[in-house]
């Protein structure tokens, strides 16, 4: 059984498995988005009282906190139990493009030029990572939802501000790609 769960599986079993969750997600009238947890959770916490935004009933979303809770011991148990040391096998001209931005393959999951311990203490490495959680954070609010939410949950259920911030998240990850990252490294 181990075995079976290591070795990589096909795409579309996960394609099949988030069609089925959204099935029963618009069957039962939920949406389905990671960046509401958030809200959720400072609501629990209370700080509906200061703030008419988190001002709504929670429980409503238990439901989805659950589901981030899975999804964290998932990741926890899958990291521990069922990962290999290999790396992450990746189409031989994605490693020559980052080998010109001198930006070597990666041996984990991320380079470590942009995600290792040592790139995150420096000043460079730590201004590319505020800032881009500040960008991601900025235009999850500003779009009213992350791209699980929109991708996933907005265009299963036709929705055009949906497919709008698709198509914006789109765009921003070429623009991060063909021309902000070859101008840092």
Wanted: some cysteine; proline content about 3%.
């Amino acid at each position: 059984m181990i075995e079976l769960l290591t070795q990589p599986w096909s795409w579309w079993f996960s394609g099949a498995m988030i069609a089925a969750i959204m099935f029963f997600l618009l069957f039962f009238g939920q949406s389905f988005g990671f960046s509401s947890n958030l809200r959720t959770i400072c609501s629990a916490a209370g700080l509906g009282k200061t703030n008419k935004f988190f001002d709504f009933n929670w429980k409503s979303q238990m439901w989805n906190l659950v589901f981030l809770m899975g999804a964290i011991l998932g990741g926890f148990l899958t990291k521990q139990f069922l990962s290999t040391d290999a790396p992450v096998q990746i189409a031989q001209s994605t490693i020559e493009d980052l080998s010109r931005l001198g930006i070597g393959a990666p041996e984990s999951l991320q380079p470590a030029e942009i995600f290792g311990l040592e790139a995150m203490l420096s000043l460079k490495g730590f201004m590319i990572l505020a800032f881009g959680g500040l960008m991601v954070g900025f235009g999850s609010r500003y779009a009213g939802g992350c791209t699980s939410g929109h991708a996933i949950s907005g265009l299963s259920d036709l929705q055009i501000p949906s497919l709008i911030a698709v198509i914006g998240f789109f765009a921003g990850g070429l623009i991060m790609t063909f021309l902000i990252l070859p101008l840092i490294f």
